[in-house]
């Protein structure tokens, strides 16, 4: 399985992003994707996953802000950021796995919000 992850870039606070993963292989549609970010020295966090069933869970810090989703013909799945904010600066990655863990990664896209 590769993933491969686009869309990251420079905007500024209070604008929109849309990040996108597109998967190799035939796992995609049975498998839980999510978007993760981290910053240098801290911890990978969730921020959004999205089971094959559609069920969908944020960061709280993301709520109301960022929609996962997924289209399982093309074997991607997206994050859509709305109202960026600095503290939302990072390297995001996805994530393919279940809901216990990840078990491939995709390479990070930055991301940079400035104010």
């Known amino acids: 399985v590769q993933l491969q992850a686009s869309g990251g870039g420079l905007v500024q606070a209070g604008g929109s992003l849309r990040l996108s993963c597109a998967a190799s292989g035939s796992l995609f549609s049975i498998r839980t994707m999510g978007w993760y970010r981290q910053a240098p020295g801290k911890q990978r966090e969730l921020v959004a996953r999205i089971t094959s069933s559609g069920w969908v869970n944020y960061a709280d810090s993301v709520k109301g802000r960022f929609t996962i989703s997924r289209d399982n013909a093309k074997n991607t799945v997206y994050l859509q950021m709305n109202s960026l904010q600095p503290e939302d600066t990072d390297v995001y990655y996805c994530?393919?796995?279940?809901?216990?863990?990840?078990?491939?990664w995709g390479q990070g896209t930055q991301v940079t919000v400035s104010s």
């Open positions: 994530g393919m796995g279940t809901v216990r863990g990840v078990d491939y």
